[in-house]
């Protein structure tokens, strides 16, 4: 049991950690005059993904690149099949108020650049350059997109405190103490939890005759999606889940650009066989099903719930066998 204690401890270190990162990059951001549309586009995306990215950096240091490709693509799989599903059997998501086909389109084309340059047989630093630079053009995309809506709707007008209200975790009279704390305590815990975490799963994957691929795919995937679960959980409960689909398209973007972009810049990270002949094609299936909710205006009722979770179940139960 002592390897699935750690393994727990590991990804609860993991998410306090990133936590406690996120809010106090914010602060210190908006501390330092930094706008705070700013600091949701950069800060807050990539604070939000310190774990997997922590996770996948070490992975690949310890000689166990698996895991950090197995983290992200069982991620995105699982961001769409069992983030979405599972809130919505418990009540109606209502994405078809989500105006997000660009940024769908977005993350269909990093997708099929990612699989393109995984048919290379490995993400080297070539592949990490490409990938960030693809990033890049997202986040400059959006910023654009941002700043337009702003100066149309003549939010310029408004105060920046009005846009800081929208920034998770901000808080403009934090205290200086209290963001050097959580700065500290998320640097500290990150790689403390990633390591606790990496390391355990290994002897799991040992343990029970299965691959560090396929735990990274099932395990340590659904360990980082719990952050993403919980709130679309708790938006379906409140009936405000119109912007879940949204935050699923930008997450998995940013898993495939930012997190193996910046791993493959460490080192290399092989893709075996199995990943090339089905994991990669599920996450990608997977991706397109989004589109009646995307293009049709359909929203995500108790059937489609179902249906996404039934079909995470079933390819966990692939991969594991």
Same mark, same amino acid.
């Given at each position: ?66 895991l950090?490709?197995? !983290? ?6 699982? !961001? ?80 920046e ?8 975790? &901000? ?29 355990? &799963?290994?002897?799991? &994957?040992l ?5 560090e ?22 938006a &379906? ?55 009646p ?29």
């Amino acid at each position: 049991m002592m390897p699935w204690l750690m393994v727990a401890l590991g990804l609860v270190i993991l998410l306090l950690a990133g936590d406690a990162l996120v809010k106090g990059a914010v602060n210190l951001s908006l501390r330092l005059g930094i706008p705070a549309l700013i600091v949701s586009l950069t800060v807050v995306a990539f604070g939000t993904s310190a774990p997997e990215l922590l996770i996948s950096v070490n992975a690949v240091l310890n000689d166990k690149a698996g895991l950090a490709l197995g !983290n992200v693509v069982g991620s995105n799989t699982a !961001n769409v099949l069992l983030v979405l599903g599972i809130p919505a059997i418990l009540s109606v998501l209502h994405t078809s108020g989500c105006q997000c086909g660009k940024s769908y389109l977005q993350m269909l084309g990093a997708s099929v650049l990612f699989i393109a340059l995984a048919l290379r047989g490995s993400f080297d630093w070539i592949a990490g350059l490409i990938l960030l630079a693809a990033l890049g053009l997202m986040l400059g995309d959006a910023l654009r997109d941002a700043l337009s809506h702003r100066r149309d709707a003549a939010i310029k007008a408004l105060s920046e405190v009005d846009f800081i209200d929208d920034v998770e975790g &901000a808080d403009p009279d934090m205290p200086w103490w209290q963001i050097v704390t959580f700065l500290v305590l998320g640097l500290v815990g990150l790689p403390l939890g990633a390591d606790i975490l990496v390391d355990n &799963a290994s002897i799991l &994957a040992l343990r029970y005759g299965i691959s560090e691929a396929a735990i990274g795919l099932t395990l340590v995937a659904l360990g980082t999606s719990l952050p993403e679960l919980a709130t679309t959980v708790m938006a &379906a409960l409140r009936k405000q889940a119109d912007v879940a689909l949204g935050n699923v398209i930008g997450s998995n973007m940013f898993n495939l650009l930012a997190i193996i972009g910046i791993t493959a810049l460490i080192g290399d990270v092989p893709v075996t066989s199995e990943f090339l002949n089905f994991d990669l094609w599920v996450m990608l299936a997977a991706s397109l099903v989004l589109i009646p909710f995307v293009f049709l205006g359909r929203d995500i009722g108790k059937l489609w719930g179902i249906l996404l979770t039934s079909a995470y179940v079933g390819y966990v139960a692939i991969v594991l066998t």
